[in-house]
């Protein structure tokens, strides 16, 4: 079958660095994106991967390596507004989008 | 605000009811997905549609259909409800142009309840 999987939880102190894994197994790989979704709210777009290496943008970096069907994103100087559901994405041969089943990130003061 | 419109925005109904969500994508978006969300749960894909066409499926009941109209909106069909189809349900849409990954935009999501 098709899965991905992420920490179910991770909780870091402001300020702090923290990163959240993903792995994936699927069938056709376009790429591993990056989602964050506040309580209630919608998940917005965070980064995308379809090549190995890191892409940064901003306090946000999100890494991938194919041969490995691993991911992460790496969120630097961690604010309390940070406290979010991430999940992980791939867009499976098919067209088919697969979700993580999400990570709930906990930022304390 | 992400461009992308769902109504309503939230419905109670009872078991054995059929209910109708609606989504309008981001204006020039050819791609409309569904997703259901149930309590503390990710994303379950269900259907995407481009350009009218049925492109893509994922875990979608019998009981639940959806069709994408000429102007592009949307349309998620639910029928014989169950309590177990409570949940969130999120439009998203993107431009879906080449079979690459491309950036969906997540409508604000319909909150169903089923009692």
């Known amino acids: 079958g098709q899965s991905l999987e992420q920490p179910s939880e991770v909780t870091a102190v402001e300020g702090a660095i923290v990163q959240i894994n993903c792995t994936y197994q699927?069938?056709?790989?376009?790429?591993l994106s990056w989602y964050q979704q506040h309580d209630g709210g919608a998940p917005t777009f965070l980064s995308y991967?379809?090549?190995?290496g890191l892409e940064e943008t901003g306090r946000f970096s999100s890494f991938l390596s194919r041969s490995d069907s691993y991911g992460y994103l790496l969120l630097q100087e961690l604010q309390m507004k940070d406290s979010a559901s991430y999940f992980c994405?791939?867009?499976?041969?098919?067209?088919?989008?697969?979700f993580g089943a999400g990570t709930r990130l906990f930022v304390k003061a | 605000d992400s461009g992308v419109t769902q109504t309503p925005k939230h419905l109670i109904t009872a078991t054995g009811q059929r209910v109708t969500l609606r989504c309008s994508p981001r204006?020039?978006?050819?791609?409309v997905y569904w997703y259901q969300q149930s309590l503390d749960q990710g994303l379950q894909f269900l259907i995407q549609?481009?350009?009218?066409?049925?492109?893509a499926k994922g875990n979608i009941l019998e009981r639940f259909s959806a069709q994408q109209f000429p102007d592009l909106h949307s349309e998620l069909n639910l029928s014989s409800l169950e309590l177990g189809d409570s949940a969130l349900y999120f439009c998203?849409?993107?431009?879906?142009?080449?079979?690459?990954?491309?950036?969906?935009?997540f409508g604000p999501g319909t909150r169903l309840t089923v009692l």
């Open positions: 699927t069938s056709g790989f376009y790429g």
């Open positions: 998203a849409s993107s431009v879906e142009v080449t079979n690459s990954y491309n950036e969906q935009f």
């Open positions: 549609y481009y350009n009218g066409e049925e492109r």
């Open positions: 994405a791939v867009k499976t041969g098919g067209f088919k989008t697969i």
């Open positions: 991967n379809a090549l190995d």
């Open positions: 204006s020039g978006d050819l791609s």
